[in-house]
T-cell receptor
Framework: KAGVTQTPRYLIKTRGQQVTLSCSPI?????VSWYQQTPGQGLQFLFE???????NKGNFPGRFSGRQFSNSRSEMNVSTLELGDSALYLC????????????FGQGTRLTVV | EDQVTQSPEALRLQEGESSSLNCSYT??????LFWYRQDPGKGPEFLFT???AGEEKEKERLKATLTKKESFLHITAPKPEDSATYLC???????????FGKGTRLSVIA
């Protein structure tokens, strides 16, 4: 059974650019959530999707957006990149909601220069 | 607001030197607690789910236990390959699907 797949693994972008990250959850999982991880802040919640609907959103500016498709794949977009957006972006996949185990992808390492 | 605090922040052990990592939590109603292992630059790897006080789970050299206020991850006779950051998390806290602690960075020296 394939795990959670995130692409790309690494990205280098310039300030002001935008970026799109992709996440394919475990087959059969309909819940996807996104997290930003930085050394100082730990894992911070960005968005949660279930069956193409955004269920919850974390405390991030509107430059951060996301969506989920009918096949449960999810994308997140960051516009007008800032240096502080450099982080490891992680996607987690769950069967229904996060009262059960969530499984993470390998992450996308975004570096903004 | 549900909170998770992990201690110590970092732990350095000699190979074979057993120890425990602590995860203390405050929660309005416990719906479970998760443990993850994370290697540098990679996503967290799921280890255990504990649902009720007194529950224990084991996997190789790791054993997780749960009380009403905290969880412990016991590491018996660790090896260098056990070096990683260990994270605990609470499920479904308000609008947040997972609330994580800051983690314990474990280094096991041969």
């Amino acid at each position: 059974k394939a795990g959670v797949t995130q692409t790309p693994r690494y990205l280098i972008k310039t300030r002001g650019q935008q970026v799109t990250l992709s996440c394919s959850p475990i087959s059969g999982h309909r819940s996807v959530s996104w997290y930003q991880q930085t050394p100082g802040q730990g894992l911070q919640f960005l968005f949660e999707y279930f069956s193409e609907t955004q269920r919850n959103k974390g405390n991030f500016p509107g430059r951060f957006s996301g969506r989920q498709f009918s096949n449960s794949r999810s994308e997140m977009n960051v516009s007008t990149l800032e240096l502080g957006d450099s982080a490891l972006y992680l996607c987690a996949s769950g069967q229904r909601d996060m009262n059960t185990e969530a499984f993470f992808g390998q992450g996308t390492r975004l570096t903004v220069v | 607001e549900d909170q998770v605090t992990q201690s110590p922040e970092a732990l350095r052990l000699q190979e074979g030197e057993s120890s425990s990592l602590n995860c203390s939590y405050t929660v309005s109603g416990l719906r479970g607690l998760f443990w993850y292992r994370q290697d540098p630059g990679k996503g967290p790897e799921f280890l255990f789910t504990l649902y009720s006080a007194g529950e224990e789970k084991e996997k190789e050299r790791l054993k997780a236990t749960l009380t009403k206020k905290e969880s412990f991850l016991h590491i018996t006779a660790p090896k260098p390959e056990d070096s990683a950051t260990y994270l605990c998390a609470l499920p479904r806290s308000g609008n947040t699907p997972l609330v994580f602690g800051k983690g314990t960075r474990l280094s096991v020296i041969a």
